[in-house]
Every structure is written in structure tokens, then in C-alpha cells.
């Protein structure tokens, strides 16, 4: 058994900010869902949680899109913010914040970021000339096109030439690379890890932090004629969102874990952590960067028209039923491949005949039972609480759930072992009790990753939801309330 008493603290976790004018997709609800999952875990170890998601409000895509409409850029992004909030509240995500890079909060600190960088002689004038790629608001070199195309995206790219201010990224080359090094949990998961130091051993060039013909942006606090480029920027809502250097920051940073798509992994795990080395404020514990879903074997495109949508699968079947799956389907950190029917094998074959199952033969067999439910316990020593708390730790969330989802195999064995149908009086009684107190158990360790079956189960049993230091056999003291089953089966 762990002892959480001891390991009281604080958690910080964060997903990327999400554009605004994009369409939350599976990716998006990847991420953010996985935050979830660890922002609870660590509430439930009684750790104190900031939990931070948010908006990336600026830049040349944003501004063409209002236009577009005929709204001011402001408008604009009022408008379609509450677009992920509410797609936030269907997935029952419990962030703690929501940054908008458009409040003036960030404005503040990004402001005092580049001064600070300033005074440390990282930042000089010069001309910039490069290939722009408006969706992905990114500078790419000759070098780096695919086909004269975004080696991101694949879309067109226009050159621009225009006065820019810099950042010293080349200074920092080296002390990255002595960071990972001294710090190999930094890059996670490991395997992606050497793509990133073979590029910074390639050379970093200085990075263009501001733009002059671009008028939406955070003005550039050296330069008014200028804004802020809005990667610099929204790198910085993970401390604005604390108001660094007060009192909040101070509690909370380093950030335990920013969640990102592996696309933006470079600007996380390079241009952020030398951006701190400039303004002397400590890097985050760790960047974590995670695979792609596909479509049934295809990337996923407008264009294509197989964008999945998951409020629509949350609708369909539920939140908690789309959240196990993006889960447990892969390995979390790898690619992975979204399909339907791979979704309602998961429904049927591991929701409905284990869980679900479990819980209601349990409910079936209390109900017809008028004696005590007392006994010695037989199965927490079948439960390894400490390897799933690992698990949790090194984000290894698909291991997690399916070590917890061995205890659910291990009490349905044990009712078929059993056979309670046959036992009566106290023998029964003591088999009941082992199968309700495991219930109770399962509710409290599956709640990260389905918080409303978890909440059902507890409402069945006549108990409350506890923490992970109740994750352990204690006298029953629950009034069954035998519902429904917690999950249909889908007839395909």
C-alpha cells in the first residue's frame, strides 16, 4: 500500500492552446482527455492540481478568417471560443484554467518575458527572409520544403521578407543539450527523444520573434511597429496563466507535464526551454510529446471528409465510452488508428462482458442476499496499487488501465470460482463482501478515465466516491441500489 499522506504536493499540467479557427477534432480531445485522466489521478492522490487549457488567439490564419466573415479579429474570436469549452463540457474535462492569449493576463507577461530576454542580450534587429506557411504559422527554409510545399501540412507557402527582430536561439545550443542529458525524463516518451537532439546537434538558428506587416498580434514592447510572432507568444501562456513571477507561479512551476501532438514538439521542447534559459526561469519537468490518430488507416483531412468529430461519438455511445477508448486502443505516445468497429469491440467485448457484467451479477447476487456482508479479505492482495501509481507517473496510461482493468478479470474469476449462487449464510456473505468492496475499489480507480461510470457505480452501491488512500478492504457500509447495466451492448 502507498503512502499518499506522505506524497502530498502540487501537479501541474497542461495541454498545448488550441487555434481557434480549427474544428476540435479526435487529436484535440486526445490530449486534452489524457490531461484529464492525470489531473484526477493526482487529485485523488490528495495532491493540490492546477489543471491548464486554453485558446491561441493571434496570428496571420486567424486574422484572414475574420475578414473573411467580415468581423474584426476580436469578434471573431469571441465568437468561436466557446466552441471548445462546450466540446470541453461534453467530454467532462475538469480543467482548473482557460487562457486566452487575447486576455490581458498574457498580454502582461509576454510583454515582461521579452523585456527580461532583452536585458540578457538575446534579442537584436534584423531582416528575415524565409518561407511562410499561414495554417501552420510557421518559417521553414529551402532545405526543409517538400515539393516546394509545409513539410507539415503539405499546403503552399509564400516567401516574405520583411524587418524582424531575433532571439538568440543559437546561444542556447549547447545548454540544451547538456539539459537533456542531465535531464533524460525531459524528452518523453524516450523514443522520440533522439530526433530532437540529432536536430539541435544539427545547429539552431537565431528565431524570428516578431512581425512587422502582420497588425493582430501582441504589440512588441520594443518596438511598436512590430508583434509578437505568435509561437513566441503563446509558449509563453503556460506561465502568464500562473502571472509569473508572483505568487501562483512560484507555487506551481516547473509544470510537471506539458501534454503536445508530436508536431509541435520542437517548439516545446527547444524554443520554450531556451527561452527560459534567457529569462533565467527553470523549465518545465517535462514535455511529452504524443502520436497521431488516422481515420481507418487515413490521415485525417477536410478535404477527405473523415475528421471525427468527438462530441459526435460522445453523443453516439458517451464521453466515458469515447474516453477508455482513445485510451486503451494504444499504447499512449504511439499512433494510433480510429475506427468504428474498433470502438464497438472495445464496447462489447471489455465495457459490456467485464465491467458492466461484473457489476451487475454483483448487484443481482446482493439482492437476493438478507444477511451481513462481513468477511476476510480475498482479493486486495490481487490489486497492485503501487505498479498502476507508476504507471500514472511515467504516463504510461494505457498500462495503467489495463492493470486496473486485470482486477475487474480477477473478481469476475473469483464469482466464477465461488459460484455464490450455490453458498448460503455466512459463506455467501463473506464472498459478497470481497465482490462489493472491489466493486467500490474499481469506482475510485477508474474514475480518470471514466468519471460518470465511476459516479454510476458508487449511486448502485449506496457508497461515495474515495480517494486512492481508500483503495483498500474495510467494513462495507453501502445501501445497494441495483440500477440498470452500465453499458448496452451494440449489435453490429
Not at 291 to 306: F, L, P
Request: hydrophobic letters at 40%; a positive charge; proline letters at 4%.
Amino acid at each position: 500500500m502507498i503512502n499518499f499522506a506522505k506524497k502530498k504536493g502540487k501537479f501541474y499540467v497542461t495541454t498545448p492552446i488550441y487555434y481557434v479557427n480549427d474544428v476540435a477534432h479526435i487529436g484535440h480531445a486526445y490530449t486534452t482527455i489524457a490531461a484529464d485522466i492525470l489531473a484526477r489521478w493526482h487529485r485523488l492522490k490528495g495532491e493540490e492540481v492546477l489543471f491548464l487549457t486554453g485558446t491561441d488567439e493571434h496570428g496571420e490564419k486567424v486574422e484572414a478568417a475574420a475578414v473573411k466573415i467580415g468581423k474584426t479579429p476580436q469578434e471573431f474570436v469571441d465568437s468561436v471560443v466557446v466552441r471548445f469549452e462546450e466540446v470541453w463540457k461534453k467530454l467532462n474535462i475538469s480543467y482548473d484554467d482557460f487562457i486566452r492569449t487575447t486576455e490581458k493576463r498574457h498580454e502582461k507577461v509576454v510583454a515582461e518575458l521579452v523585456k527580461k530576454i532583452n536585458e540578457n542580450g538575446d534579442i537584436y534587429k534584423g531582416e528575415y527572409e524565409g518561407w511562410f506557411c499561414i495554417p501552420c504559422e510557421s518559417f521553414w527554409t529551402d532545405f526543409q520544403l517538400k515539393n516546394g510545399k509545409c513539410p507539415e501540412c503539405g499546403r503552399d507557402v509564400q516567401k516574405l521578407k520583411e524587418e524582424s527582430y531575433f532571439f538568440r536561439l543559437g546561444k542556447y545550443q549547447e545548454k540544451l543539450l547538456k539539459f537533456y542529458e542531465d535531464n533524460p525524463e525531459f524528452l518523453s516518451p524516450q523514443f522520440r527523444a533522439q530526433e530532437i537532439i540529432s536536430r539541435v546537434k544539427g545547429g539552431l538558428k537565431d528565431l524570428s520573434i516578431t512581425r512587422s506587416a502582420l497588425k493582430w498580434g501582441i504589440p512588441f514592447p520594443l518596438d511598436k511597429k512590430h508583434v509578437v510572432y505568435v509561437w513566441f507568444e503563446a509558449l509563453t501562456n503556460y506561465i502568464s496563466a500562473l502571472g509569473w513571477p508572483g505568487k501562483k507561479f512560484k507555487k506551481f512551476w516547473p509544470a510537471d507535464v506539458h501534454l503536445v501532438g508530436k508536431e509541435i514538439n520542437w517548439f516545446h521542447s527547444v524554443i520554450w526551454p531556451a527561452m527560459l534559459f534567457s529569462a533565467g526561469i527553470e523549465p518545465p519537468k517535462k514535455v511529452y510529446a504524443h502520436g497521431w490518430w488516422t481515420v481507418e488507416g487515413k490521415k485525417m483531412s477536410k478535404s477527405i471528409g473523415n475528421v471525427i468529430d468527438p462530441v459526435d461519438v460522445a453523443e453516439k455511445y458517451s464521453s466515458d465510452i469515447l474516453r477508455y477508448f482513445l485510451i486503451r486502443e494504444i499504447p499512449f505516445g504511439e499512433d494510433g488508428d480510429y475506427s468504428e468497429k474498433a470502438l464497438i469491440a472495445r464496447i462489447n467485448g471489455e465495457l459490456v462482458a467485464d465491467l458492466g457484467n461484473l457489476i451487475y451479477r454483483v448487484l443481482s447476487l446482493v439482492e437476493k442476499f438478507d444477511g451481513k456482508f462481513v468477511g476476510k479479505d480475498e482479493l486486495s492482495s490481487k490489486l497492485n496499487l503501487k505498479k498502476i501509481d507508476v504507471h500514472m507517473e511515467r504516463l504510461e496510461l494505457t498500462a495503467a488501465l489495463g492493470e486496473i482493468w486485470n482486477f475487474t478479470h480477477v473478481a469476475n474469476k473469483y464469482i466464477n470460482d465461488k459460484a455464490p449462487w450455490k453458498l448460503k449464510g455466512k459463506e455467501l456473505g463473506n464472498v459478497l463482501y470481497n465482490l462489493l468492496e472491489t466493486c467500490r475499489i474499481i469506482s475510485i480507480l477508474i474514475y480518470p478515465f471514466m468519471p460518470e461510470t465511476a459516479e454510476k457505480i458508487n449511486v448502485q452501491l449506496g457508497t461515495k466516491l474515495g480517494s486512492l488512500k481508500d483503495c483498500k478492504f474495510r467494513k462495507f457500509e453501502g445501501k445497494i441500489k441495483k440500477g440498470s447495466y452500465l453499458f448496452n451492448k451494440i449489435e453490429v
